[in-house]
């Protein structure tokens, strides 16, 4: 059984950081493209950075330069290191993972893998 649990988040004011973590099991997490995606009220979710099981990385405009995503494959762990926050960056953050591989490791599929976690809140004051 595929099992996602989110943690790390919390309240900062604009330019601060946060690392979010994702413990994942149940699943080849090796093997498997992973990512974040976030969702405000009243928005669509947004994929905003993908791990490709091969290494490869994306991010979406919103946040590149300042988020970065990486993984332990030893503590099955996926984590997302979120700088010089913003406003904007306030929402429900959830990480997915996709371990059938059936879609391609791209930002825009990240909402859409099959499994992702209850999600962890970030609040970014001005």
């Known amino acids: 059984q595929v099992r996602l649990q989110e943690s790390g988040g919390g309240s900062v004011q604009a330019g601060g950081s946060l690392r979010l973590s994702c413990a994942a099991s149940?699943?080849?997490?090796?093997?498997?493209?992973m990512g974040w995606f976030r969702q405000s009220p009243g928005s669509e979710r947004e994929g905003i950075a993908v791990?490709?099981?091969?290494?490869?990385?994306e991010y979406s405009d919103s946040v590149k330069g300042r988020f970065a995503i990486s993984k332990d494959n030893e503590k099955n762990i996926l984590y997302l290191e979120m700088n010089s926050l913003k406003p904007e960056d306030t929402g429900m953050y959830h990480c997915s993972a996709d371990p059938s591989n059936w879609f391609e490791a791209k930002t825009d599929s990240v909402p859409y893998f099959e499994s992702w976690g209850q999600g962890t809140q970030v609040t970014v004051s001005s």
């Open positions: 791990l490709g099981r091969f290494g490869t990385t």
């Open positions: 149940g699943f080849t997490f090796h093997d498997t493209d």
